[in-house]
């Protein structure tokens, strides 16, 4: 789970992070307020689940609270990346002498978190990784021992950060490593962590991802969760038991298990087509399962055939044509069809099917290679 700028500043803050001012809005009446409150300067952040906000016009300086009020309300407007600005944040504006970054994540090849700082911070880390390599700089965390301040002072004299700053860079440095272990992070980042004209450092940006395996034991993350966009159709998924994950095809598929699924999308990629979603029914799927799960594959309107591949076993195969042929009755299912099945039942399954004049397939190279031509006219 990713959160939100705001979200991840409130942590830091309560691990005495040092960050700006400011406050959440809503409107572009909330924003003039705050600014007014703030004084001098301000900057307008969107506040949604992505990276690059700055580069897409997501992050805007404003000189007064008339100004505040007119970008606040051109990003309110806004969508970044396919996602609705709904909130943006209202930052005192800073006078910045240098951007760091500063982050936690964990390095999978050496089964350890690692401490990483980069002296040129401010753009992601790929960039970084790419433009500036040479001044990105890592530790290894042992777990068991954690994180030594010594490490850090070394990463502080690597990237050439003033001496007189170094105890404040341990501090912060030490409280990420401390919100990375109580919060189950995968990462925790500060970009840009600023050193400001009056040099003192603070956290402008913040990044966290949550990992979903320890959500159960953070209520207090839970409650950011936010749901919007394509994320609302894949919790409407979970409500059934399934999973749906929106992609950009045209060929909407479902299959009974997720390696089944895998495979489908697998060979619908072989043959040159492009799945327009993950979809896995689950097990024992009932006729209502596979109703909401092609109402779900139908709400995409990119979707020109639908593919199904079924092989019987705990889902049982009448069940499932129950399913298809009541949708299909329902005229819910407007663009073709093509079911296979496969094992205990399957041949009576394929009659029913065909009788009712929905296109079957013994094999799923077969059903694919069918598929794939109605999207070809
Ligand atoms: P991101 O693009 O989503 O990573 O958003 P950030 O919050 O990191 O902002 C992008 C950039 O905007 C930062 O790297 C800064 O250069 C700039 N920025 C953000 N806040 C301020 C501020 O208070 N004052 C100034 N001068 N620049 C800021
Ligand atoms: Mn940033």
Not at 19 to 34: E, M, T, V
Not at 146 to 161: C, E, K, M, T, V
Not at 201 to 209: E, H, S, T, V
């Amino acid at each position: 789970m990713m959160l939100l700028e705001y979200q991840t500043k409130s942590i830091f803050s309560n691990y005495d992070i040092p960050i700006p001012r400011g406050r959440l809005a809503f409107s572009a009446l909330d924003a003039k307020l705050i600014s007014e409150e703030l004084r001098g300067q301000v900057v307008i952040k969107a506040q949604v689940l992505s990276s690059g906000r700055g580069k897409a016009g997501g992050v805007r300086l404003a000189k007064n609270p008339e100004e505040a009020e007119s970008l606040a309300a051109k990003i309110l407007g806004m969508e970044i990346r396919g996602l609705k600005v709904r909130k943006i944040l209202v930052d005192e504006g800073v006078d910045i002498r240098r951007e760091v970054y500063l982050g936690i994540s964990l390095d999978r090849s050496k089964r350890c978190p690692i401490l990483l700082v980069s002296g040129a911070g401010g753009g992601d880390i790929e960039e970084m990784a790419r433009y500036t390599p040479e001044k990105l700089v890592r530790e290894t965390i042992n777990p068991l021992t954690g994180l030594h301040d010594f490490q850090i002072n070394d990463l502080a004299s690597r990237i050439d950060l003033p001496r007189d700053l170094w105890p404040d860079f341990v501090k912060i440095s030490q409280s990420l490593w401390q919100i990375y272990q109580d919060k189950d992070a995968l990462t925790v980042e500060i970009n840009p962590l600023v050193i400001t004209a009056d040099n003192r450092f603070l956290a402008l940006d913040g990044k966290m991802y949550i990992d979903d395996n320890a959500l159960y034991r953070h209520a207090e993350i839970v409650q950011f969760k936010e749901i919007e966009g394509e994320e609302e159709i894949e919790a409407e998924a979970r409500k059934y038991g399934f999973s749906y994950v929106k992609l950009s095809g045209n060929i909407g598929c479902a299959a009974n298990g997720a390696g089944l699924a895998m495979a489908t999308m697998d060979t619908i990629q072989l043959w040159g087509g492009k799945p327009a979603n993950f979809l896995d029914i689950g097990g024992g799927a009932s006729p209502e399962r596979v109703t909401a799960a092609l109402d779900m594959i139908m709400s995409n309107s990119s979707v020109q055939v639908v593919l199904i591949n079924i092989i019987s076993a705990i889902t049982r195969c009448d069940e499932v044509v129950k399913g298809i042929l009541s949708s299909v009755k329902a005229s819910k299912v407007v663009v073709p069809v093509i079911v296979r099945l496969a094992g205990e039942n399957s041949e009576d399954c394929l009659n029913q099917l065909k009788e009712a004049k929905i296109l079957t397939a013994e094999s799923l190279n077969e059903a694919v290679k069918m598929a794939i031509s109605f999207t070809r006219g």
